[in-house]
């Protein structure tokens, strides 16, 4: 499973073994709950004025909280740096704010807050190491067909698990065989022992003269 599609294409070209095996493209996942909070702040803010920037901190160089503050500063935007709150209250922020910019320093694959803040309304400013932000199912204005596709992303992966969980692999059996019944080798009793697990037992006689092909 992969979290965007630059994501399995970076891995693909460094690894080009992996693309003989099965690749999904999941990006993320979210709770029935999630949706059900998103449409309740919707609703709540509708008619509200948006105001201020919302700036992820972060301890980690990686998410670049810097240089989001810094293209604040340059485009003379009010801004809040959010960091520590609590999950509910990040979105409530959201809900509420113009516009959310993320400017990761690495790939950053498919980040939650960057789809929160799009289904919350918001105006986003990203860089392209957020991995996912040209994906048709995000770009996108249409705010119901994100949800169905992260929506549908939970099916998809269950029903790729399942299929995993019922595959069977196919087993063939192989063996020789030479002069069996001169030798009075068991070459029946031997291949019936072989069906008891594998699908096919393929014999390869090599040249017998005393009946044993027949």
């Not at 939650?112 to 995000?138: P, S, T, Y």
Request: charged share 25%.
């Amino acid at each position: 499973y992969w979290m965007s599609e630059a994501q399995q294409n970076i891995y693909l070209e460094k690894f080009p073994f992996l693309s003989e095996k099965h690749n999904t493209v999941l990006s993320s996942v979210f709770s029935d709950d999630f949706f059900v909070h998103l449409k309740a702040l919707r609703e709540e803010h509708k008619d509200a004025v948006r105001e201020g920037w919302i700036v992820l901190g972060s301890s980690s160089w990686i998410k670049g909280a810097s240089s989001a503050e810094e293209w604040c500063k340059e485009n003379n935007l009010n801004y809040e740096v959010v960091w520590g709150l609590p999950y509910e209250e990040v979105l409530s922020r959201l809900a509420m704010a113009e516009g959310f910019v993320y400017l990761p320093e690495g790939n950053d694959t498919c980040p939650r807050m960057v789809i929160e803040a799009k289904l919350l309304g918001c105006k986003l400013h990203l860089n392209d190491f957020v991995q996912h932000k040209d994906e048709e199912w995000f770009a996108t204005d249409n705010t119901l067909e994100i949800e169905e596709y992260l929506y549908g992303s939970r099916e998809l992966f269950w029903r790729k698990e399942m299929d995993h969980a019922d595959y069977r692999p196919s087993i063939s059996g192989y063996t020789t065989t030479l002069n069996c019944l001169q030798q009075e080798y068991p070459i029946l009793d031997c291949v019936r022992s072989m069906l008891d697990f594998c699908d096919e037992v393929v014999v390869l006689d090599g040249g017998s003269d005393d009946g044993t092909y027949e």
